[in-house]
Nanobody, 127 residues
């Protein structure tokens, strides 16, 4: 069975940092584009950042540019989202997702492009 498991969420003060991890099992992550999404209460799920299979290309939405960095270690079957300078607006459940295929640029932030999803990890930014 194919699984994605996120970890690393928690409660952090504004301006703080968190590093989320996404571990894949049951498949080889290097064949897949990875995306990070988030969903705040009462809002739709939105794409945050994504990375191509060999890390040659990445994309971030404007609201996280200069603060969030996506990366992956295919040898460890793991993807990461480093989040710095966190704001209260960053609060939500963060999900990683994967689809097998080529890089699609900014379309990688569309949830319906993805075939596999993790269960999510809660990130709360509050003083």
């Amino acid at each position: 069975q194919l699984h994605l498991v996120e970890s690393g969420g928690g409660l952090v003060q504004p301006g703080g940092s968190l590093r989320l991890s996404c571990v894949a099992s049951g498949f080889t992550l290097e064949d897949y584009v990875i995306g990070w999404f988030r969903q705040a209460p009462g809002k739709e799920r939105e794409g945050v950042s994504c990375i191509s299979r060999r890390s040659a290309s990445t994309y971030r939405v404007d609201s996280v540019k200069g603060r969030f960095t996506i990366s992956r270690d295919n040898a460890k079957n793991t993807a990461y989202l480093q989040m710095n300078s966190l704001k209260s607006d960053d609060t939500g459940v963060y999900y990683c997702a994967a689809f097998r295929g080529l890089w699609i640029g900014a379309r990688c932030t569309r949830p319906n492009e993805y075939d596999y999803w993790g269960q999510g990890t809660q990130v709360t930014v509050s003083s």
